[in-house]
């Protein structure tokens, strides 16, 4: 019964991945990551037997010490690479936003003459 | 390049809804320096700074879109005025704090060969009272930075400065955006570039725009953010280009 759950979950983050992949709505540099957890989470599931090995190898006294593990571990290199993707895009839309400041000055400059737009600004 | 501002300096005044004060902090630009040009960057305001400059008719303006901060508001001015060849910048701030009369006096420092000039409190002219926790963070601020920079700095954090054609060509480049960058960072990034950093004594006056940051809770805040500002400062890498 427990190990149903686990597939089940392990093949619905599948089917959703590659679901938001085909719609272009996951970006392929992190559907990777989920790709794998659900795969290694759908082998774990289908067979127990891989999970006790390389739990006992690895030297955990119980195997859901290692999925614990593991699970935090993933969740700390998510949250740190979505950290890095906004900072980057934070300072890429701050210079974007210096760029077009200075592209509307300049235009007005072109326009001479002509009136400011007032409906430059919301 | 535009022959014509190769020798010309260019006042910048970061503004963010200071536009009560703006007009007379233009007008006494004009009676001072009337020979410089002035660009003023509104920092995406929402008083009208932008209208307010127009109308002024004495300054250009550059508008953001939303406010990003005194450090993105600079680096638009360095960009600014490294695309139309200005030969220095001085940042005079809107809120009326700085004295546009002492403009030429940071000039002339530059002209006489440094990159970075700042206009400083403590320095001997004036009083300028702040809280003892602020006070005793500026002055460490001050004293670390100062190492760094290979010169005697005693306001690091003050935001009235001078920069040569060098400095506005590695600050429109390199201008740290995030707190206290545009202030401590900047003459960190500056040290490290070679550039010389030099200082003079300026008299600040009463802000007569905006609220000024007191209280303990805040001063404590303030200090610690400024420390961990300098520790980042310190073990930062020149700052990667966003270029992949």
Same mark, same amino acid.
């Not at chain 2, 006494?28 to 400059?53: A, N």
């Not at chain 2, 690091?156 to 545009?182: I, Q």
């Given at each position: ?5 686990? *597939? ?23 559907? *990777? ?10 082998? @774990?599931?289908? @067979?127990?037997? *891989? $999970? ?7 030297? @955990? ?6 999925? @614990?593990?593991?699970?935090?571990? *993933? ?16 300072? +890429?839309?701050? +210079? ?10 300049? $235009? ?15 | ?11 910048? &005044? ?7 004060? !703006? ?35 004495? =300054? ?12 993105? =508001? ?17 940042? %005079?701030? =809107? ?10 006096? !940071? ?11 700042? /206009? =400083?409190?403590? #320095?001997? &002219? ?6 003892? !926790? ?8 001050? &004293? ?6 290979? #010169? ?9 400065? #001078? ?20 202030? %401590? ?8 570039? /070679? ?27 303030? %200090?610690?953010?400024? %420390? ?17």
């Amino acid at each position: 019964m427990q190990s149903l759950v686990g *597939v089940i979950a392990g093949i619905l983050v599948l089917i959703l991945t590659v679901e938001l992949l085909r719609r272009h709505a996951l970006r392929e540099k992190y559907a *990777v990551l989920w790709l794998l957890i659900s795969l290694i989470g759908v082998t @774990f599931t289908v @067979f127990p037997g *891989v $999970l006790t090995t390389v739990s006992e190898k690895l030297g @955990f006294s119980l195997p859901s010490n290692l999925v @614990f593990a593991l699970a935090a571990l *993933v969740l700390l290199v998510v949250g740190m690479q979505l950290s890095l993707e906004v900072g980057r895009l934070e300072d +890429r839309s701050q +210079r974007l936003a210096e760029e077009l400041a200075l592209l509307r000055h300049d $235009l007005e400059a072109l326009r001479g003459d002509e009136q400011p737009e007032d409906d430059a600004r919301d | 390049m535009d022959q014509r501002r190769a020798d010309r300096a260019l006042v910048v &005044v970061p503004a963010w809804n200071e536009s009560e004060v !703006l007009p007379s902090v233009l007008a006494e630009l004009r009676q001072h320096v009337p020979h410089l040009d002035v660009l003023v960057v509104d920092d995406g305001s929402t008083d009208g700074t932008t209208e307010i400059v127009r109308a002024d008719g004495s =300054a250009q303006v550059v508008t953001l879109p939303f406010n990003i901060g005194v450090g993105g =508001a600079m680096r638009t001015g360095f960009l600014y005025a490294e695309r139309h060849g200005y030969r220095a910048v001085v940042q %005079v701030d =809107a809120d009326g704090q700085h004295d546009p009369a002492d403009v030429l006096r !940071l000039l002339e420092q530059v002209d006489a060969g440094l990159d970075v000039v700042i /206009g =400083a409190r403590f #320095a001997g &002219v004036g009083d300028y009272h702040v809280g003892f !926790l602020r006070r005793a963070a500026m002055r460490f601020l001050s &004293v670390t930075v100062s190492r760094i920079a290979k #010169a005697k700095l005693t306001d690091v954090t003050s935001g009235f400065r #001078a920069s040569s054609a060098r400095a506005v060509g590695l600050f429109a480049r390199e201008y740290p955006p995030e707190y206290l960058g545009d202030t %401590v960072e900047s003459l960190i990034v500056a040290g490290r570039a /070679g550039l010389s950093i030099g200082q003079v004594p300026v008299q600040l006056r009463e802000r007569r725009g905006g609220t000024p940051s007191q209280g303990v809770v805040k001063s404590i805040v303030y %200090v610690g953010r400024a %420390v961990l500002v300098l520790g980042l400062a310190l073990i930062h890498s020149t700052r990667p280009r966003d270029e992949d």
